[in-house]
């Protein structure tokens, strides 16, 4: 069966904390492709002189270099509100005979019973958390661990066992090649280092930053 990772965000920009980790997540389940599925930005939160389009082409062209990889456009095009759900739904009608892994952090599973029809999410999809060093499961909530009482497995093997209703902690440690790259610098310091000047050539791909200063992007 195909199997699919979904990695969801702004992308405001896209940088290397998005793209390392993705990588290292399709070699550890060995996926077939990922998808960034760049989201919809609230008014009350939209970057200045950065359009929806702008960031769709700066995923592109992260995506270009990794064959892996690809954009998919599908929440930028709908009207009205944007929902996980209603994505994963029209994900499975496209890929009918394929497994969906929708690839989140940690911070993002501690709010997911929260999430908008978070239980019809599990149905169409694996949930794999990037997890943090010296995490402790015995401080989560408890409508989190709950969850994890009904849906956690503790393998890549038993994950695959069923098309969805899964969620897999990775392990804190999966290697990276490039172990001095600094993977947790999030897209508001790139922003605040770019509107500053700053080099942020360690932190995007080549082809990014040359857009980023070619449209004289965050300044």
């Known amino acids: 069966?195909?199997?699919?990772?979904?990695?969801?965000?702004?992308?405001?920009?896209?940088?290397?904390?998005?793209?390392?980790?993705?990588?290292?997540v399709a070699k550890h389940l060995s996926l077939d492709e990922i998808l960034f599925i760049p989201a919809s930005i609230p008014p009350h939160k939209k970057t200045p002189n950065v359009s929806a389009k702008q960031r769709v082409e700066m995923v592109k062209l992260a995506c270009d270099t990794e064959p892996l990889f690809s954009c998919d456009e599908r929440e930028l095009n709908r009207n009205g509100h944007s929902f996980t759900v209603d994505t994963l739904h029209e994900l499975a009608k496209t890929y009918t005979n394929a497994q969906l892994y929708f690839i989140i952090g940690l911070d993002s599973l501690l709010t997911f019973t929260t999430w908008h029809k978070y239980q019809e999410i599990l149905s169409l999809c694996h949930l794999v958390v990037n997890t943090r060093p010296n995490y402790q499961l015995n401080t989560i909530n408890k409508s989190t661990k709950n969850l994890l009482d009904r849906h956690q497995v503790t393998s890549v093997d038993l994950l695959k066992e069923c098309k969805a209703g899964g969620i897999l902690l990775l392990p804190s440690h999966l290697p990276y090649d490039d172990k001095h790259l600094n993977i947790n610098v999030s897209s508001s310091e790139i922003r605040k280092q770019l509107s500053h000047n700053q080099s942020c050539k360690n932190l995007l791909s080549p082809s990014v930053l040359a857009?980023?200063?070619?449209?004289?992007?965050?300044?």
Do not use: C, E, Q, W
């Open 1 to 24: 069966m195909h199997s699919i990772g979904i990695l969801g965000g702004t992308f405001d920009p896209i940088h290397i904390g998005h793209t390392l980790p993705a990588k290292v």
């Open 211 to 219: 857009f980023i200063n070619k449209n004289k992007l965050y300044r």
